[in-house]
């Protein structure tokens, strides 16, 4: 990926590496300028735009992204839709989340602009409740490093949310000579 400025008359199909404002119309960093655009920014009088040119090989942001979330063996979780180079995936269920450690450390160990983030281990989440994150740092990444995410994230299980499930449970109580028999039957009545 290489950044710099560049001609608005060339920069179609670039990403813009800088939000600007333009006739009342805010195109944000990131955005993947259009032809549109281009007929846009000129007609505002802008002759140049700092712009994220990809190399061969280099993947976008939110596919990268979405491409590691999808790879990562995940049971009770939902993956959302990437945005901005980050995908958020949210317990389908009220439970217990599990994260394997080691996975995840190994996923952030293949490059630094990969980060996977979790939950900690064993947290009690809510439905759609947010467990853990991908992000993808610039703009894009090289394909190999993607590739390489998905096969460390295909490995094995990175994270679940195990749902809550009603069990039984008895009481058993002794009763000591001094015990009041309202102090049983009320202990009692908080297991009911």
Do not use: W
Request: glycine fraction near 8%; charge should be negative; hydrophobic fraction near 45%.
């Amino acid at each position: 990926m290489k950044f710099g400025p560049c001609p608005v008359a060339d920069a179609e199909g670039t990403i813009l590496a800088h939000s600007i404002q333009v006739n009342g119309k805010r195109l944000r960093k990131a955005h993947l300028l259009t032809h549109e655009d281009i007929e846009t920014l000129g007609a505002a009088g802008v002759s140049t735009v700092t712009v994220a040119r990809l190399d061969a090989g280099d993947i976008a942001e939110n596919e990268a992204a979405e491409r590691i979330a999808r790879a990562m063996r995940t049971d009770g979780v939902e993956i959302r839709t990437a945005s901005t180079g980050r995908v958020n995936l949210h317990a389908a269920t009220a439970g217990l989340l599990t994260v394997e450690k080691t996975r995840i450390d190994a996923l952030n160990a293949i490059d630094p602009v990969i980060t996977v983030a979790t939950l900690a281990d064993y947290s009690t989440v809510e439905a759609g409740q947010m467990v853990a994150t991908v992000k993808i740092i610039p703009y894009a990444v090289g394909g190999e490093l993607v590739a390489a995410a998905e096969a460390k994230a295909g490995e094995g299980p990175a994270l679940a949310v195990h749902p809550f499930k009603s069990l039984s449970v008895g009481l058993a109580q002794t009763q000591l000579a001094g015990t009041k028999r309202s102090v049983l039957d009320k202990t009692a009545e908080l297991t009911d």
